[in-house]
């Protein structure tokens, strides 16, 4: 069945610090890719997505390359703020499933340090 | 502005009790899901619907029940079933298919 595997958390940065995130998935097809964030005590927001091999999607200084090949979609940030702090979940849409159902990866916890 | 309210905010359930949780969204999305949360660890889907009068059990539906009457509405019923019903739940909804869901702010369920 569809999988996705997300680097554990958590991880602790230094604010202006490189961010990155890894994340691979397995499914049949080519599914669309997400990554939400949550807030502590928030339910989830939709942080960026990408549709298609080779799309980048970006949002508030984030970016994910679809990589087709390595079957990854790794979350990247030139420069955290302490206000990144949160936990953030790799996600994968299959087309060819009922719903628009969502596989999630563990999530990362993220802790940016002023 | 449109979204998806969940209420309540906190809930506690004795032994034995059936306890429903509420899932509202005026986004005029067609799909609505239930997902459950355990600390530390990803979202498992309980149930889904597509349209109004049909729904569809998730990974983990055992325990809990759902009903879809009006498109606006899908409640979560966690029966005395669910033996570890302690969680954080997550109601989300989305229009077609490639539409990304959008999500409440969570229900967080705590046993007595």
């Known amino acids: 069945g569809d999988s996705v595997t997300q680097m554990e958390g958590p991880v602790t940065l230094s604010e202006e610090a490189f961010l990155t995130i890894n994340c691979t998935y397995t499914?049949?097809?080519?599914?669309?890719l997400f990554w939400y964030v949550q807030y502590p005590g928030e339910g989830l927001q939709l942080l960026l997505k990408?549709?298609?091999?080779?799309d980048k999607g970006s949002n508030k200084g984030f970016e994910a390359t679809y990589r087709k090949e390595t079957t990854s979609f790794h979350l990247e940030k030139g420069s955290v703020q302490v206000s990144d702090s949160a936990v953030y979940f790799c996600?994968?849409?299959?087309?060819?499933?009922?719903?628009?159902?969502?596989?999630f990866g563990g999530g990362t916890r993220v802790l940016v340090k002023p | 502005d449109g979204g998806i309210t969940q209420s309540p905010k906190y809930l506690f359930r004795k032994e034995g009790q059936n306890v429903t949780l509420s899932c509202e969204q005026n986004?005029?999305?067609?799909?609505m899901y239930w997902y459950r949360q355990d600390p530390g660890q990803g979202l498992r889907l309980i149930y889904y619907?597509?349209?109004?009068?049909?729904?569809q059990k998730g990974d983990i539906a055992e325990g809990y029940s759902v009903s879809r009457e009006k498109k606006e509405s899908f409640p979560l019923t966690v029966t005395s079933a669910q033996k570890n019903p302690t969680a954080f739940y997550l109601c989300?909804?989305?229009?077609?298919?490639?539409?990304?869901?959008?999500f409440g702010d969570g229900t967080r369920l705590s046993i007595l």
């Open positions: 499914a049949t097809g080519y599914p669309s």
């Open positions: 989300a909804s989305s229009g077609t298919v490639d539409q990304p869901q959008h």
């Open positions: 996600a994968l849409s299959a087309h060819y499933a009922a719903g628009n159902k969502l596989t």
């Open positions: 990408a549709t298609k091999a080779d």
């Open positions: 619907s597509q349209i109004v009068n049909d729904f």
């Open positions: 986004l005029n999305h067609d799909a």
